[in-house]
């Protein structure tokens, strides 16, 4: 499995703003020290092995999060507040008023953009989001929380609310990844 590089972009300029550039820098000479790959340019079009995105992610977490791996669902609604903002890749689907075709249509596209291994497939049925993950022979935790963060913000920015209910995911050692959403009105 290969995950496209922006997560590995998107994280430094996040790290850099928030914690400064030095920190940045002194965070990956440790992990190039690790791990020679992160000695390498790596560009939001770099497809980066699993096991190096992993590695990046886990020492991530740990340098700058206590290791708390509940922040991959901050990382996740920062995605979507990026994506899905104005000037955002994605803010033309926030202007469609169609959350279903958004769900059914869009959010399969965005998993195949980002990880060339697993399948999502995503349905709205009697106001209830369906969001299913298979496929995935990484079983890392980052992948089961982005995604729901970014499913969070989005049915947020969206103006609706929600309740999350996991059915099925790597956080309870499940073989694949099932959510609900159910969908409670507008936001106020």
Known sequence: MNVKGTVFVTGKTAISAVFGEDRWNAFNGRLAEKDKYFNKMIMSITQMPVDKFTLFLDELIREFFNSDNKN????????????????GHYYSYLLSSDLKYVVESVMPKLWST????????SRIENDIVHIKITGVSSKHIYFEYLIAGYIQKGIKMFGRKSVEKCIRGFSKGDDDIYYQYELQGTLS
Request: glycine share 12%; no cysteine.
């Open 72 to 87: 991959y669902l901050i990382f996740g609604k920062v995605a979507a507040q990026f994506a899905l903002s104005p000037g």
């Open 114 to 121: 980002y990880f060339d291994e697993g399948i999502l497939t």
